[in-house]
């Protein structure tokens, strides 16, 4: 089992930056791929971005592909997400969560992970 906690969100204004980190603790993080989903209020919640468990391969979302950047350190045992270019669409609860797999493709859906961290709030004003 693996725990994660996410920090770094805030209120921003749009076109700014902010920096989200997620740090495990439990069993071996590199054993895990790493996801950041995010849920708008009266939204469903929604991919954002994803790593594989040795950082190889990234994927994204079409809405945030080229301001966002996930990245890990597996010494650690901590994912992040770089978030610039910030626009007030972007405001939700981030998440980030854990899928015990090796896999090149890491899933992109909620199902696909077994584990979840509390969210942190992200705010981004017009």
């Known amino acids: 089992q693996v725990q994660l906690v996410e920090s770094g969100g805030g209120l921003v204004q749009a076109g700014g930056s902010l920096r989200l980190s997620c740090a495990a603790s439990g069993r071996t993080f590199s054993s895990y791929a790493m996801g950041w989903f995010r849920q708008a209020p009266g939204k469903e919640r929604e991919f954002v971005a994803a790593?594989?468990?040795?950082?190889?391969?990234?994927y994204y979302a079409d809405s945030v592909k080229g301001r966002f950047t996930v990245s890990r350190d597996n010494a650690k045992s901590t994912v992040y997400l770089q978030m610039n270019a910030l626009e007030p669409e972007d405001t939700a609860v981030y998440y980030c969560a854990a899928a015990l797999t090796k896999s090149n493709h890491p899933g992109t859906v909620g199902y696909d992970y077994g584990y979840w961290g509390q969210g942190t709030q992200v705010t981004v004003s017009s």
């Open positions: 790593i594989t468990w040795n950082g190889g391969s990234t």
